[in-house]
Antibody
Framework: EVQLVESGGGLVEPGGSLRLSCAASGFTFSDVWLTWVRQAPGKGLECIARLKRETDGGTTDYAAPVKGRFSIARDDSKNTLYLQMNSLKTEDTAVYFC????????????WGQGTLVTVSS | DIQMTQSPSTLSASVGDRVTITCRASQSVSNSLAWYQQKPGKAPKLLIYKASSLGSGVPSRFSGSGSGTEFTLTISSLQPDDFATYYCKQYNNFMWTFGQGTKVEIK
C-alpha cells in the first residue's frame, strides 16, 4: 500500500525533546524530496523542514521559527523520515505531517495522517 | 520569503454553485503553485499542481489557472463533499509557503 505513517508525537514539557518518525511504503522512497509541515490548533499549514534526496545532495532547510532547534533526516535503508525536535516551546504545539514532493508515477503528493505534539507543563 | 494571500477567507455557497478562490503571491512563482483541500482532522489532499494540472483521482469539476503572481481555483459545480478548507501552496522556492486558507461553508 502506498502510504506515509507518522509516529512519535505526544505530550512534552517546554524545553524537552521529541523525535518524530515517518515510515513510507509503496513507492521508491530514496527518489523523493521530503517535507515536514505542521498545523497549530485551528490554524493554517506551515512548512518547517525540507530535505532533498541524496542524489541531489541531501540539502536541508528550515523555517525561521524552528531553525537551530529542529533537525530533519532520512534513512533510505529503512524508508523512514525523521524530525528531531529539541528545546520545544509551547508554540510548537501542532499536528505534524510528513509529505513528499510530486511523485510522477502516482500523479500526486503523499501526506501522512499526522501526529499531534503538545508542549505544555 | 514569498507570501501567499488567499481571498476570500470564508465563502458561503450552495450545492451546484460555481466557486472561485484566488491566491496571490508576493513575487512570481512561475507555475509552481498547488491547491489542496483539507477536511477537519484529516491531512490535506492535493487537487491541482503546476497551477493547472489535475491531481490523480481528483474530479474534473476542480480546475486551476494562472501564472506568475495570480492564481485561481474553480469548482464548477459545488458538491456536498466539497465543503472544506482550501489552501494554495507555492513551491518555486525550496521552502514552501501556504496561503492562509479559504473555508467553503454551506449557505
Amino acid at each position: 500500500e502506498v502510504q506515509l505513517v507518522e509516529s512519535g508525537g505526544g505530550l512534552v514539557e517546554p524545553g524537552g525533546s521529541l523525535r518524530l518518525s515517518c515510515a513510507a511504503s509503496g513507492f521508491t522512497f530514496s527518489d523523493v524530496w521530503l517535507t515536514w509541515v505542521r498545523q497549530a490548533p485551528g490554524k493554517g499549514l506551515e512548512c518547517i523542514a525540507r530535505l532533498k534526496r541524496e542524489t541531489d545532495g541531501g540539502t536541508t532547510d528550515y523555517a525561521a521559527p524552528v531553525k537551530g532547534r529542529f533537525s530533519i533526516a532520512r534513512d533510505d535503508s529503512k524508508n523512514t523520515l525523521y524530525l528531531q525536535m529539541n528545546s520545544l516551546k509551547t508554540e510548537d504545539t501542532a499536528v505534524y505531517f510528513c509529505t513528499t514532493g510530486l511523485i510522477a508515477a502516482l500523479g500526486t503528493i503523499l501526506w501522512g495522517q499526522g501526529t499531534l505534539v503538545t508542549v505544555s507543563s | 520569503d514569498i507570501q501567499m494571500t488567499q481571498s476570500p477567507s470564508t465563502l458561503s455557497a450552495s450545492v451546484g454553485d460555481r466557486v472561485t478562490i484566488t491566491c496571490r503571491a508576493s513575487q512570481s512563482v512561475s507555475n509552481s503553485l498547488a491547491w489542496y483541500q483539507q477536511k477537519p482532522g484529516k491531512a490535506p489532499k492535493l487537487l491541482i499542481y503546476k497551477a493547472s494540472s489535475l491531481g490523480s483521482g481528483v474530479p474534473s469539476r476542480f480546475s486551476g489557472s494562472g501564472s506568475g503572481t495570480e492564481f485561481t481555483l474553480t469548482i464548477s459545480s459545488l458538491q456536498p463533499d466539497d465543503f472544506a478548507t482550501y489552501y494554495c501552496k507555492q513551491y518555486n522556492n525550496f521552502m514552501w509557503t501556504f496561503g492562509q486558507g479559504t473555508k467553503v461553508e454551506i449557505k
